[in-house]
């Protein structure tokens, strides 16, 4: 009986060990069906659209960088040029898009395809813009809209591509944790190399977006909710109000403190974690502390 059990054990065994075998098999296992790739029409239209955005996101970024490096180098008069700006355009939705398309783990190849779909559409055209046979608004107009079958094409062709492994650097991964402030200081670039004093009615916004996004996540009932929304809002605009009626250097001081005080005010619901996301809280916290430095700078200098 002993004998008889231990051969029973070790038959067992080998059973196992080749039903194991067989699973880890790439060719015999197939892939769980979160690991296959999707390549149904609702897939390609969320791709689609992920890359509008990331295009969209590009252009309204990276655009005021050109303004800012080209001024000082005394190019802005070439890059206000129709071929010149539909190829920085270009430039600008590429990034974007590359940026996000490894993000979502794409091939360089996929991505590579996507950034010709870009460009390809401005240069077919700017033969023809060249010999005068379009116009300005012709060139820009018609390289979006050759853009968008180009686009699909690629995606078309890529659909059922299997995701890629990204390796990151850890130091990458620290500074995408903290993308709120960096979107923020992107957006603020032009501010820092052209200080200025926004309208005092543009605090209203700041109080206003708290009430807006709280209600639409349903968390004005609990702590730091309508209550106390409502007294921001309130200080805010007996804020701005006094900025309009005393107007000149005083109002602009009055501008700089609020936008300043509403950075503190992100800062308290970011640590609490209230009403809003803590990402909408800190990249707002930074964008208000850079208006706010730059409107002093502005008084400073003005």
Known sequence: ????????????????GMRQTL???????????????????????RHLGEMALAMVAGMVLLGPLWTV?????????????????????????????????????HSWAASGEMAAAMYLPF???????????LGADALLLGGHLLMIPAMVL?????????????????????LARRWPTLL???????????????????MLVLPGLYLVIGAARRRLRGPGGLGRQLVGLAAWS???LVAVVVDGRTAAWLVAAGWLAHAGWDLLHHRRDEVVPRA???????????????VVLAILTG
């Open 1 to 16: 009986m002993p004998h008889a059990a231990v051969l029973r054990s070790t038959a067992a065994g080998r059973v196992e």
């Open 23 to 45: 699973t880890d098999d790439p060719v015999v296992s197939a892939p769980p069906a979160a690991a296959r790739p999707a390549g149904g029409v609702r897939h390609l239209l």
């Open 69 to 105: 490096a080209g001024a000082p180098l005394g190019l802005t008069a070439t890059l206000a040029r129709p071929d010149v700006a539909a190829l920085t355009m270009a430039t600008d939705m590429t990034v974007g898009m590359t940026v996000w398309m490894r993000y979502r783990r």
């Open 123 to 133: 240069l077919l055209l700017l033969g023809p813009y060249w010999a005068g046979l």
């Open 154 to 174: 690629v995606a078309v062709r890529h659909r059922h591509a299997a995701p890629v492994p990204v390796r990151r650097h850890p130091a990458v991964v620290a």
């Open 184 to 202: 923020a200081l992107l957006i603020t670039v032009k501010l820092w190399a052209e200080p200025d004093v926004p309208s005092p009615w543009l």
């Open 238 to 240: 007996a804020l701005a």
């Open 280 to 294: 909408y809280a800190e990249g707002c916290g930074v964008f208000d502390a850079v208006v706010g430095v730059t």
